[in-house]
């Protein structure tokens, strides 16, 4: 039996994704693996480098760029482990991470454990958000700059991406996208990944199903990934491309989860937010950013 199927999701990032692999297979002892790669029809020469270095690791094709969710889908519906580690190819591993967290959702007394995931830091060694908390109106609101009056508050109990600051194992509402290492019968249950979603808020839209029909998500600090975060995608301030799906996916998060009145106030928010910004740094990129969200 396949105890572990890894999952990464490819879209031209070759160097990533060589790193990555180069780690797991260094790293990963004690415990039965395959890792299944779903590549979203890249031209940088990463089909290439797999099958040199690495003939091992099962390949999907993708015909276009699938996004996230949906490339995932594709290789879950072939994984055969018992747990999916769904890992992204900005990452590489500071320790036997896999085995880490497969011993953790183990236990007898973790079975209503639904996900769990490991801390995560950058290359130089600084917290990384390893978990977060789920979207709220509240996160919105403060985010005009209210945030500031109870700021450690809002750190911990209210931002969408948080550091974990110490070794604790805690409860947490999901963990990063970027190594959620899930149950598969709990997947199997609750649902793939929503394919409406192209590119964010996918993870956290599975979380919340997750924890709907009842099981935890859980940040093992243990287990210790570096997390190149943006490493996969541009990294300009206004990336006017990057803001339109994100708008769009949290707009439709909100919907999914809120209802339509609650998505729609929550994207007035944010481009009230963009309009402040421009006032503030007079800097009229803000209002481009300002209409994208309003017709996300």
Known sequence: ???????????????????????????????????????NQSVDGSLEMLHKYFPKVICIENKDNLGFGKANNAAIKIAKGKY??????????????IKILFDF????????????GGDLFDKDGNKQASYGNFPTLLDAVSQLGFYKFYKRYYETKITGGVLNQDQTIKKVDYVCGADM????????????FDEDFFLYFEETELSYRMTKAGYNSILVPSAKIVHLEGGSQASESFNFFKIKVFSKSRKLY?????????????????????????VLKLDSNYLKKMKIILKA
């Open 1 to 39: 039996m396949i105890e572990v199927s890894v999952i990464i999701v490819n879209y031209n990032t070759k160097d990533l994704l060589r790193q990555c692999l180069k780690s797991l297979y260094e790293n990963t002892s004690g415990v039965s693996f395959e890792v299944i790669l779903s590549d």
């Open 254 to 278: 909100f919907k999914k989860t809120k209802g339509f009145t609650y998505a729609i106030l929550v994207n007035w928010i944010f481009a009230l937010q963009s309009l402040i910004m421009s």
């Open 181 to 192: 290492f899930i149950r598969t019968t709990v997947l199997n249950e609750v649902g793939l």
């Open 105 to 116: 959702m183990e236990m007898k007394e973790n079975q209503s454990i639904g996900c769990c």
């Open 84 to 97: 999916l580690f769904l890992l992204n190819t900005d990452t590489y591993f500071l320790n036997n991470a």
